[in-house]
């Protein structure tokens, strides 16, 4: 798995430089073809049985004895039950019909996937707190964290959680502190890149943007090289972090992510924050969807980003009903990097360029016409300024502009250039930092531009400093965030909601430099970065805000109370509509005081499963419970008890389904709410009663919606809003057309 930044160009090179070949020392020949599989076997089950021991039992009956302890990379055994193995496919397939075990699956590598941001969705640093706000612990799963930023001070911090039951691994100089409370590292396969730091430390930056943003303490005058200058801050400032460094240079493992999981939930940590997907799989072949759903039975909700996979239909990575999924949006502004040619003419391109030219007009020339051709490069290779392609008698001391086929300042650095203009088609929504002088125009601009240089003797340019504007479009859901529909139960909408995960300044990791290029010298203790990784810890900092407030709350609790006070979203800048943004925008000063909740336990994401089809041995292990799964318990999707209703049929069909909820109360103890239906063209919703009246809080009342829907090709949108004067409690109503697979 890897960490959701969008698109981290650096990583995806060190990906391919660094992807080392995990070995299996001092094992038999046949052992060259092991990978590591995690064999997962649901709920610890009741009693004294040693877990270690039946794990290694377990792989002894499969692999030679005296290489079984070696072999065993994990030994699961505090949240949930499985492990980790080096094996080969045929002892895999072994182990998959043994009792006991759910599944097995091979480990796979995932990808990892301001503070303007919180003043943006009306959270200000002068929101009412709650005095339980210093008890909550949230779990970092990431790249670790840079201990000495300002952002993690804890001048002012009181003793650490009585709850706390983990620890703070103190190797290569990193120690804890009252705000970072604990901190260990997972790397099962032991091998280190040279970037790797072989500590919790972060060597790469995310970790430390992700838990500054959900956590971090006030910084006034943090800034970006002058740019985003203001007070950096996490929604939950008092709260405290435990870092869970499970991603390196080249990755997330599968059986680290698993690790961490099992620990987290043990150690104590209220909320989990990942910003890691892979590919859509079967929940319980994910180990994510597992680590989460386990955290759910023990009371912790998992935020997980959306991926950067949009805006592609049914791209989301991260679905499952009990966790909360989150995409990425825009804030209101932007940056903006203008380019003045010798003619006087000005464009405005997009890019952060901390770099001055001080206004200084550099010679400018085409890469088209500079090839180097010693190595047989060309016209066509030079054009994209592509690394190694260009002549550097040519091309040295000048501004280069370049074609675009993928924007990478090391080919113009390497050929000596100044700065780089690109011309590109590709999506503008956010920016990236580089590391010389660029700025990226469209293609319209671009044109005159090439036209200018193409036709003019002596021409000259120079790329200005980045500033900010206003962005007045904003939120949007930006191009890369990844779309719904659910790809496993396409009638559970997701994602759930939208965060900030554009352009967000936040804390950075002084092991690294702002784009680790080896071309940049930046060493910042903040740096501006995309990603529905960015956005994650938005929500994850907004349901630890809730958490302060509602400590005995339900994970599925906080996630409506997240979901059903959102900020609505309009289609016109979506046409994805739902499957972009979710119920809406995160609102995290009105989700403290929801109104009614949609609640759900773990009984109910059982019923959900048993009527997915999971038999009842799956669902005995998983949940540790002898019940099975009868017609009783069996569950019809639509009545899972979800904050948002989907529904899906092929295209051209008139359908009805009845959708069961019940909310409980949790705003006034006697209060009534009306049901406030929008229900557009090709959609009837019928809500019955249509008045909820409660008599005291923590009262439950039943409804059953019916909605019937014609089913064109585009998705319809409607909505059903609780609403007693005070509150609005807001769920998405929407039918669309199954996906043709
Ligand atoms: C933490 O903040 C306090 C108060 O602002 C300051 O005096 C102290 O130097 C900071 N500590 C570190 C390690 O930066
Ligand atoms: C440990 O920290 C000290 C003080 O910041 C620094 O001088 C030293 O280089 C660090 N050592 C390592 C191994 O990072
Ligand atoms: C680089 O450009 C110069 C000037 O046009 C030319 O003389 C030289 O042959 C070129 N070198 C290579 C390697 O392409
Ligand atoms: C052309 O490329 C070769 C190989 O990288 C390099 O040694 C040489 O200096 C380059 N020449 C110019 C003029 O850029
Ligand atoms: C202008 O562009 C054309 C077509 O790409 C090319 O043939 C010509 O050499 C260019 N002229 C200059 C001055 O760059
Ligand atoms: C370009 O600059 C050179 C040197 O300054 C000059 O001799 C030449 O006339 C200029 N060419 C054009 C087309 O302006
Ligand atoms: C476990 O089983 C008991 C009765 O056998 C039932 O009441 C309970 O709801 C079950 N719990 C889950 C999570 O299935």
């Known amino acids: 798995m890897a960490v959701q930044t969008y698109p981290l160009p650096w990583l995806v090179l060190l990906y391919f430089t660094l992807g080392l070949l995990v070995c299996c020392h001092g094992a038999s020949e046949n052992r060259q073809a092991s990978k590591v599989y995690i064999v997962y076997m649901g709920d610890i089950p009741k009693g004294d049985l040693s877990l270690a021991s039946l794990h290694n039992s377990m792989l002894q009956d499969v692999v030679p004895s005296s290489v079984a302890s070696e072999l065993l990379l994990y030994s699961y055994h505090k949240t949930f039950n499985g492990f980790a193995a080096k094996l080969t496919k045929e002892e895999a397939d072994k182990l998959r019909g043994k009792q006991g075990v759910v599944s097995v699956f091979l480990s796979q590598k995932k990808q990892l996937h301001t503070s303007r941001s919180w003043d943006f969705m009306g959270f200000s640093k002068k929101v009412k707190r709650s005095l339980f706000e210093s008890d909550v612990i949230v779990g970092m799963l990431d790249t670790g ?3 000495e930023s300002e952002s993690f001070n804890d001048t ?61 303490g006030l910084v006034s005058k943090a800034s970006f090289y002058g740019l985003a200058k203001g ?26 992510i698993l690790a961490a999981f099992d620990d987290a939930v043990a150690d104590g940590v209220d909320i989990i924050s990942l910003s890691v997907g892979g590919f859509p799989t079967d929940y319980f072949n994910d180990p994510i969807a597992i680590g989460a759903f386990h955290s759910m039975k023990n009371g912790v909700l998992t935020s997980n980003s959306a991926g ?28 903006i990097t203008k380019v003045k040619l010798g003619n006087g003419d000005i464009y405005e391109g997009t890019s952060i360029n901390t770099f001055d030219l001080k206004e200084k007009m550099y010679p400018f020339i085409y890469g088209g016409v500079a090839p180097n051709t010693s190595l047989g490069y060309t016209s066509d290779d030079s054009r994209y300024c592509l690394l190694g392609s260009l002549n550097r008698t040519l091309v040295e001391g000048k501004i280069v502009f370049c074609d675009y086929f993928f924007i990478n300042g090391n080919g113009p650095i390497e050929g000596g250039a100044v700065g780089a203009i690109f011309q590109s088609g590709a999506n503008k929504d956010y920016v990236f930092s580089y590391q010389l002088p660029l700025s990226n125009l469209n293609l319209d601009d671009g044109r005159f531009v090439f036209d200018y240089v193409n036709t003019t003797g002596n021409a000259t340019a120079t790329i200005l400093k980045t500033e900010v504007q206003d962005n007045h479009f904003a939120p949007f859901v930006v191009s890369f965030s990844s779309r719904g529909p659910n790809p496993v139960t396409a009638d559970i909408l997701k994602p759930d909601l939208t965060a900030p995960g554009v352009d967000i300044l936040a804390a950075w990791s002084e092991a690294t430099h702002v784009t680790q290029s080896e071309y940049d010298t930046r060493v910042v203790p903040y740096n501006i970065i995309s990603g529905t990784s960015m956005s994650c810890p938005h929500a994850t900092g907004a349901a630890a805000y809730v958490k302060s407030f ?6 599925a609790a906080i996630k409506s109370a997240l979901m059903t006070t959102v900020f609505a979203m309009s289609n016109v800048y979506n046409i994805e ?3 972009a943004y979710g119920a809406g925008h995160i609102n995290p000063a009105l989700a403290a005081q929801p109104g009614l909740i949609y609640d759900a336990g773990e009984i109910d994401y059982v019923k959900f499963l048993c009527g997915q089809g999971y038999s009842s041995k799956q669902l005995q292990l998983i949940t540790g419970n002898i019940t099975s799964c009868s017609e009783d318990t069996k569950e019809l999707v639509w009545d899972l008890n979800y904050p948002s209703f989907a529904l899906s049929s092929s295209p051209g069909n008139s359908v009805t389904r009845v959708f069961h909820r019940t909310v409980t109360n949790v705003g006034s103890a006697v209060s009534s709410y009306k049901a406030v239906v929008n229900a557009p063209l090709g959609l009837i919703i019928q809500v019955q009663p249509s008045v909820l009246s409660f008599k005291s809080l923590g009262q439950k009342q039943s409804f059953v919606v019916t909605v019937r829907a014609e089913i064109g090709n585009n998705i319809i949108s409607g909505s059903l809003i609780w609403d007693d004067g005070v509150h609005k409690v807001r769920s998405p109503v929407v039918a669309f057309a199954s996906l043709i697979k």
Request: aromatic content about 12%.
């Open 145 to 147: 964290i840079w201990p």
């Open 156 to 216: 002012g911090f009181g003793p650490i959680p009585q709850k706390w039951k983990g620890n703070c691994q103190t190797s290569s100089n990193f120690t804890c502190n009252k705000k970072i409370i604990g901190a260990k590292y997972y790397r099962a396969n032991g091998e280190f890149g040279p970037i790797d730091i072989q500590s919790p430390r972060d060597s790469i930056g995310h970790g430390s943007h992700t838990a500054s943003t959900a956590t971090g």
């Open 550 to 555: 509602h400590p005995t709350w339900s994970p």
């Open 308 to 335: 950067n996979s949009g805006p592609g239909l049914a791209s989301i990575s991260n679905f499952s009903p009990w966790s909360l999924s989150v995409a990425a949006s825009t804030i209101d502004r932007k940056f």
């Open 231 to 256: 007070t950096v801050r996490g929604a939950v400032p008092s709260a405290r972090i435990a870092v869970y460094k499970i991603c390196w240079a080249d990755g997330c493992y599968d059986e680290d």
């Open 577 to 579: 509509s739902e499957f």
